[in-house]
């Protein structure tokens, strides 16, 4: 979920978020964690979060997971746009919503980069966070240079006194390829969501504030709230989606994302317009999630044939909607 900073969701006071420099929290202490970037929170994630909470249950302890902001793909090569799947603020969200208790987030700066495999897990893990347990996934590497591999790990928390639990490789559907958020990233860059919602085990969703426009849609009678996303990789086109509004409520609707080349060709913008509704939205946080591909972006010889497609739009929107069956993660 591309990150917009000025619509962050808040996470419920009873989930609690520890960050560098504050003491840990009364209900992560002695948890067990699973480790990772988590972008996405895909299945094989999901295979993460059952497994920590499972090692949880059984010592008696917290489940939690330490992540890190921001991505450190973000901190290696600043000058370069990372399409991500999921901010912090959705991250967060998710994890509450999957039943885990607790979260840590790192900063990823020069520091952290720089502390070395053995006194990531001595000094930051067991000192630092006070974790009794920690979960990885079969290709997570740590430590300066990525010089941690999971079988160090395991060595290194068994010196620790911390358990350790290593989760093989998930394949989504009996598939052959692991479940990887590139192959997510793919999936939505080539338009194909149905693929990329399988790989998540749920709809993908983008949050953001409502901004103002230029009241185009208005004057052809599709009104649209218009968000515009950062660093965003999604195809060009027009898609089902079902939109959570700031008060709550669950609206379906269809939704342009791209730059509008029957008038201005300009910044990619995600333009939804929501099925029987009418209200002001502008500077509200709304999360639209997409349910299905209808087709491509295109240019219309005139702003009546554009109409008479949105129409045709909106009816393949309503019956995509009508039968996607896939998990939401908005309620």
Same mark, same amino acid.
């Given at each position: 979920?591309?990150?917009?900073?000025?619509?962050?969701?808040?996470?419920?006071? !009873?989930?609690?978020?520890? %960050?560098?420099?504050?003491?840990?929290?009364?209900?992560?202490?002695?948890?067990?964690?699973?480790?990772?970037?988590?972008?996405?929170?895909?299945?094989?994630?999901?295979?993460?979060?059952?497994?920590?909470?499972?090692?949880? /249950?059984?010592?008696? $302890?917290?489940?939690?997971?330490?992540?890190?902001?921001?991505?450190?793909?973000?901190?290696? !090569?600043?000058?370069?746009?990372?399409?991500?799947?999921?901010?912090?603020?959705? =991250?967060?969200?998710?994890?509450?919503?999957?039943?885990?208790?607790?979260?840590?987030? $790192?900063?990823?700066?020069?520091?952290?980069?720089?502390?070395?495999?053995?006194?990531?897990?001595?000094?930051?893990? =067991?000192?630092?966070?006070?974790?009794?347990?920690?979960?990885?996934?079969?290709?997570?590497?740590?430590?300066?240079?990525?010089?941690?591999?999971?079988?160090?790990?395991?060595?290194?928390?068994?010196?620790?006194?911390?358990?350790? %639990?290593?989760?093989?490789?998930?394949?989504?559907?009996?598939?052959?390829?692991?479940? !990887?958020?590139?192959?997510?990233?793919?999936?939505?860059?080539?338009?194909?969501?149905? &693929?990329?919602?399988?790989?998540?085990?749920?709809?993908?969703?983008?949050?953001?504030?409502?901004?103002?426009?230029? =009241? $185009?849609?208005?004057?052809?009678?599709?009104?649209?709230?218009?968000?515009?996303?950062?660093?965003?990789?999604?195809?060009?086109?027009?898609?089902?989606?079902?939109? %959570?509004?700031?008060?709550?409520?669950?609206?379906?609707?269809?939704?342009?994302?791209?730059?509008?080349? &029957?008038?201005?060709?300009?910044?990619?913008?995600?333009?939804?317009?929501?099925? @029987?509704? !009418?209200? @002001?939205?502008?500077?509200?946080?709304?999360?639209?999630?997409?349910?299905?591909?209808?087709?491509?972006?295109? %240019?219309?010889?005139?702003?009546?044939?554009?109409?008479?497609?949105?129409?045709?739009?909106?009816?393949?929107?309503?019956?995509?909607? /009508?039968?996607?069956?896939?998990?939401?993660?908005?309620?």
């Amino acid at each position: 979920m591309p990150r917009d900073e000025t619509a962050p969701r808040p996470v419920a006071p !009873s989930f609690p978020v520890h %960050r560098d420099g504050e003491p840990v929290p009364e209900g992560l202490r002695g948890a067990v964690a699973a480790l990772g970037n988590f972008d996405g929170i895909h299945q094989g994630h999901r295979a993460l979060i059952a497994a920590v909470r499972e090692m949880a /249950a059984a010592l008696g $302890r917290p489940s939690a997971v330490v992540t890190f902001e921001p991505h450190p793909r973000a901190f290696f !090569s600043p000058g370069t746009a990372m399409f991500r799947l999921t901010g912090e603020a959705g =991250k967060l969200a998710v994890l509450q919503r999957l039943g885990i208790d607790g979260a840590f987030v $790192r900063r990823f700066d020069a520091r952290l980069a720089g502390t070395g495999a053995s006194a990531f897990v001595a000094e930051t893990l =067991k000192g630092e966070l006070g974790l009794s347990g920690v979960v990885i996934g079969h290709d997570f590497h740590f430590g300066r240079g990525r010089e941690g591999t999971p079988a160090m790990l395991e060595a290194l928390c068994a010196e620790n006194g911390l358990a350790c %639990r290593i989760v093989p490789a998930v394949a989504a559907g009996g598939g052959e390829a692991p479940v !990887s958020s590139s192959a997510i990233r793919a999936a939505l860059e080539a338009g194909d969501v149905g &693929t990329a919602n399988h790989l998540l085990g749920y709809r993908w969703f983008v949050e953001g504030a409502v901004r103002h426009g230029d =009241k $185009r849609g208005r004057t052809l009678g599709f009104p649209t709230a218009n968000v515009a996303l950062d660093a965003c990789a999604l195809a060009h086109g027009i898609y089902a989606v079902r939109v %959570r509004l700031a008060d709550g409520s669950l609206r379906d609707g269809v939704a342009s994302y791209g730059r509008r080349p &029957t008038f201005d060709d300009g910044a990619p913008l995600l333009e939804t317009y929501l099925f @029987d509704f !009418s209200g @002001d939205l502008y500077g509200q946080a709304i999360a639209v999630e997409l349910v299905g591909f209808i087709r491509g972006e295109e %240019r219309f010889d005139s702003a009546e044939a554009l109409v008479v497609q949105m129409h045709d739009d909106s009816a393949r929107a309503r019956r995509l909607l /009508a039968a996607d069956r896939t998990p939401s993660m908005l309620g």
